[in-house]
């Protein structure tokens, strides 16, 4: 399958070097890390370079089945962004402003993935945001995993890149990132209780962050 | 002369891997005898020491190119880990940018053995420069602070740890020892300063020496690792380096001192910051700067003393 070698390679020869020594990752809850699906990665947003980042921590022989959601406005808007988006990294794209598109159509292909096996990696910020800042946390993704009773939400928290390539900066500058894994989500009734719970956790991992000084208010 | 090491560092480089595998000897026969207690994290450590003592060896012995990369590369590894966990501006992004870029120019300089450039590039011109990079940001609120954050951490990472690959391109004295008997040497002290004072500490430990900094620190732990040291270097100096046995004894007491003064130094950011690791880079250690902490102020040190003494 090419599309499957070409993701490998994509990340071998050029992410994973990049990850692991230009920027250098402190992880911890390693033995967290789910390596099956179907399952939803919800990490916080700081960097271009979190999707990445995150990809980066799974053995290349599951690479395949490790599918970010972005928004569709963004990463299809340029032919060359376009390719890269949805061959090297497969994307799920979703359309960020679904108001026209009932709930379970907009869904579709990430419900398709999961039924797969594939492992998601939403954000549920749904944009970067100002850097190191946790933004508000948005239910959608409380939509998508309601129904699905098979499908584990594993939290992870990422600090540092928000330094290294914040929003609307071209210039790469190396710096250190913590990833820290938590432990599986329980599953909520009501989408309130999910968000609460949810932001709670973030906050408790960004704690354990070695970097989460790092920057002057 | 094997791979043209030589033959005083060869034997050198034979005992410390041969104290290596008593290290790891002792941890399985410790791991059987309790087998209820968890040794992971001794395992990590010494599987560490296998991985950088190897690294660095191999380094060393392949050419003296090869070496001063190496400690470029672990002079970008230390500054990355910084700046990594100090507070810095997001305006100053483009500062730091510069002060990564001033790695490869201090190690240039050392390879081509340009010592007046090499002593004041990070000291006289990057400290220069870098305020007037910041200047031309124009972010004003927390100036002061950001620029003494910023070239502290230069000093520490690059111009200090500079100075062990300084010590590889000097004339050779001790033709038996080489250069590399001199790194061995500056490495394998300070490293065991650091196990010396942690057994005596230990063992003997009672007087805290600066318990606001590091409650496990005690004066009797730094009496008996600088006295231990003190004698380790005066009988081994002679072999690894062109001192003489007296002048090698104060050079143990140098390597000792300082070492302790590092290790505390880094602490104090530590403390300050409220962490307990600088990163999670080397498994069973922590962060490369909790490893190389004392060697960031003995190297300096040790290379004037030299420098002063034989040259």
């Known amino acids: 399958m090419p599309k499957r070698i070409l993701k490998i390679l994509f990340f071998l020869l050029l992410i994973r070097p990049i990850v692991?020594?230009?920027?250098?990752?402190?992880?911890?809850?390693?033995?967290?890390?789910?390596?099956?699906?179907?399952?939803?990665?919800?990490?916080?947003?700081?960097?271009?370079?979190?999707?990445?980042?995150?990809?980066?921590?799974?053995?290349?022989?599951?690479?395949?089945?490790?599918?970010?959601?972005?928004?569709?406005?963004?990463?299809?808007?340029?032919?060359?962004?376009?390719w890269l988006s949805l061959n090297c990294i497969d994307i799920i794209p979703l359309a960020r402003k679904p108001r026209f598109i009932s709930k379970d159509k907009l869904f579709q292909t990430c419900h398709a993935a999961l039924d797969k096996g594939?492992?998601?990696?939403?954000?549920?910020?749904?944009?970067?945001?100002?850097?190191?800042?946790?933004?508000?946390?948005?239910?959608?993704?409380?939509?998508?995993?309601?129904?699905?009773?098979?499908?584990?939400?594993?939290?992870?928290?990422?600090?540092?890149?928000?330094?290294?390539?914040?929003?609307?900066?071209?210039?790469?500058?190396p710096f250190n990132c913590d990833?820290?894994?938590?432990?599986?989500?329980?599953?909520?009734?009501?989408?309130?209780?999910?968000?609460?719970?949810?932001?709670?956790?973030?906050?408790?991992?960004?704690?354990?962050?070695?970097?989460?000084?790092?920057?002057?208010? | 002369?094997?791979?043209?090491?030589?033959?005083?560092?060869?034997?050198?480089?034979?005992?410390?891997?041969?104290?290596?595998?008593?290290?790891?000897?002792?941890?399985?026969?410790?791991?059987?005898?309790?087998?209820?207690?968890?040794?992971?994290?001794?395992?990590?450590?010494?599987?560490?020491w296998w991985w950088m003592v190897s690294f660095l060896f191999s380094c060393l012995i392949i050419s003296r190119t090869t070496a001063i990369i190496l400690f470029g590369f672990i002079s970008f590894l230390a500054l990355k880990e910084f700046f990594s966990i100090v507070p810095t501006r997001l305006a100053d992004r483009r500062v730091?940018?510069?002060?990564?870029?001033?790695?490869?120019?201090?190690?240039?300089?050392?390879?081509?053995?340009?010592?007046?450039?090499?002593?004041?590039?990070?000291?006289?011109?990057?400290?220069?420069?870098?305020?007037?990079?910041?200047?031309?940001?124009?972010?004003?609120?927390?100036?002061?602070?950001?620029?003494?954050?910023?070239?502290?951490?230069v000093m520490l990472t690059v111009?200090?740890?500079?100075?062990?690959?300084?010590?590889?391109?000097?004339?050779?004295?001790?033709?038996?020892a080489g250069n590399i008997g001199l790194v061995i040497f500056l490495i394998s002290m300070t490293q065991l300063n650091d196990v010396a004072q942690y057994i005596w500490g230990k063992s003997l430990g009672r007087r805290p020496i600066i318990p606001k900094v590091s409650p496990n620190k005690t004066l009797e732990g730094f009496i008996g690792g600088v006295l231990t040291i003190t004698l380790i270097s005066g009988n081994f100096a002679s072999f690894l380096t062109p001192l003489s046995a007296n002048e090698g004894y104060f050079a143990g007491l140098l390597?000792?001192?300082?070492?302790?003064?590092?290790?505390?130094?880094?602490?104090?950011?530590?403390?300050?910051?409220?962490?307990?690791?600088?990163?999670?880079l080397i498994p069973g250690h922590g962060g490369i700067l909790d490893r190389l902490d004392s060697l960031i102020f003995v190297s300096p040190v040790f290379f004037h003393y030299i420098h002063y003494v034989v040259f």
Request: proline content about 5%.
């Open chain 1, 118 to 173: 594939n492992i998601l990696i939403i954000f549920p910020e749904g944009t970067r945001g100002v850097p190191e800042e946790m933004g508000r946390i948005k239910s959608g993704i409380f939509h998508l995993i309601n129904d699905r009773k098979d499908t584990r939400v594993v939290p992870l928290v990422m600090h540092g890149l928000g330094k290294s390539l914040p929003r609307g900066e071209a210039l790469f500058v």
């Open chain 2, 255 to 280: 390597i000792s001192i300082c070492g302790f003064f590092g290790d505390v130094v880094i602490s104090s950011v530590k403390r300050d910051l409220e962490i307990k690791d600088s990163g999670t």
């Open chain 2, 96 to 153: 730091i940018f510069w002060s990564y870029l001033a790695i490869p120019i201090q190690y240039y300089w050392v390879s081509i053995e340009w010592y007046g450039m090499f002593i004041i590039f990070i000291p006289i011109y990057l400290f220069l420069f870098l305020p007037v990079r910041m200047v031309l940001i124009g972010e004003t609120k927390g100036f002061i602070r950001a620029i003494g954050i910023t070239h502290w951490g």
């Open chain 1, 179 to 217: 990833v820290i894994i938590g432990e599986q989500l329980p599953l909520e009734t009501s989408k309130d209780k999910f968000v609460d719970n949810l932001s709670t956790t973030f906050n408790a991992l960004l704690k354990q962050c070695l970097t989460r000084n790092n920057s002057v208010k």
């Open chain 1, 20 to 82: 692991f020594i230009v920027i250098g990752l402190n992880i911890r809850g390693k033995r967290n890390l789910p390596l099956s699906g179907p399952t939803i990665i919800v990490a916080n947003h700081n960097s271009h370079l979190d999707t990445l980042v995150l990809m980066s921590l799974f053995p290349l022989s599951i690479l395949h089945n490790i599918r970010p959601v972005a928004a569709a406005d963004y990463f299809l808007s340029n032919p060359i962004l376009k």
């Open chain 2, 1 to 48: 002369m094997i791979f043209d090491v030589p033959q005083n560092a060869f034997y050198s480089i034979l005992v410390i891997f041969f104290l290596l595998m008593t290290a790891s000897l002792s941890r399985i026969f410790l791991a059987k005898k309790n087998p209820k207690s968890d040794f992971t994290e001794l395992r990590q450590r010494i599987q560490s």
């Open chain 2, 159 to 176: 111009f200090c740890l500079s100075h062990i690959a300084y010590l590889l391109v000097l004339p050779v004295k001790n033709l038996d």
